[in-house]
């Protein structure tokens, strides 16, 4: 049972363009949406990230769109480079004590290749 | 020298054998987690610690398990390996304070 879906699985943009990495999730407990970033050889990096009282954030080329009613998500990366081209996930974080303790869901990841 | 450090990079094992991941960490965090990672599954937890004595299970324990040794040290062991085992493993950590996580660099574990 994946908690976080996230589409679509590969992504080719050319450099330039616009990248658009959607997610959806079911729990409404979940608290917190973060995104990472991972290279090959490398463990995920936090990208960027939104609480879900705010409907947009934009970081740079990053920015996540959240639609808390629709309980979906999505990651724009303006002006893509071949750099940008990594593995994306998405993910959901929800509290699994009390205090501050935070468990991480992610989503499944989408291989995005900005050709040069 | 990397926040957090897992080793080994590579193994390769038998199906049947114990084998050890091991993870260290110089952030200073108190939580640290295991997960594994699938091509098309993402990111799973097999285990998390808040501190070094407080061990909780995750989405996929079974056929796992973990110590941890000290505030800086969280290993995760495979008893028994087996073939679906095979996969990439990520040890990661975060402050109480922060919903961010840094992760190692990965192990690759290929059981056959």
């Known amino acids: 049972q994946q908690q976080v879906k996230q589409s679509p699985q590969s992504l080719i943009v050319q450099k330039g363009g616009i990248s658009i990495i959607n997610c959806a999730y079911e729990?409404?407990?979940?608290?917190?949406f973060p995104w990472y970033q991972q290279f090959p050889g490398k463990g995920p990096a936090l990208l960027i990230a939104?609480?879900?009282?705010?409907s947009e954030k934009k970081e740079g080329r990053f920015t996540i769109s959240f639609n808390k009613s629709a309980k979906q998500f999505s990651l724009h990366i303006m002006d893509s480079q071949p750099g940008d081209s990594a593995t994306y996930f998405c993910?959901?974080?929800?509290?699994?004590?009390?205090?501050?303790?935070?468990?991480?869901?992610f989503g499944s990841g989408t291989q995005l290749t900005v050709l040069p | 020298d990397a926040d957090v450090t897992q080793t080994p990079r590579n193994r390769i094992t038998k199906t049947g054998k114990r084998i050890m991941l091991e993870c260290s960490q110089t952030?200073?965090?108190?939580?640290m987690y295991w997960y594994r990672q699938d091509p098309g599954l993402g990111l799973r937890l097999i285990y998390y610690?808040?501190?070094?004595?407080?061990?909780n299970k995750g989405e996929i324990s079974d056929g796992y398990s973990v110590s941890r040794q000290a505030q800086a040290k969280f290993s995760l062991s495979l008893e028994s390996a087996i073939p679906n085992q095979t996969a990439l493993y990520f040890c990661?950590?975060?402050?109480?304070?922060?919903?961010?996580?840094?992760f190692g660099s990965g192990t690759r574990l290929t059981v056959v």
């Open positions: 990661a950590t975060s402050d109480s304070d922060r919903y961010g996580y840094t």
């Open positions: 952030k200073g965090h108190d939580r």
């Open positions: 610690s808040f501190d070094v004595k407080d061990i």
């Open positions: 993910a959901a974080t929800l509290a699994i004590s009390s205090g501050s303790a935070r468990q991480l869901t």
């Open positions: 939104i609480r879900p009282d705010v």
């Open positions: 729990n409404t407990a979940f608290d917190y």
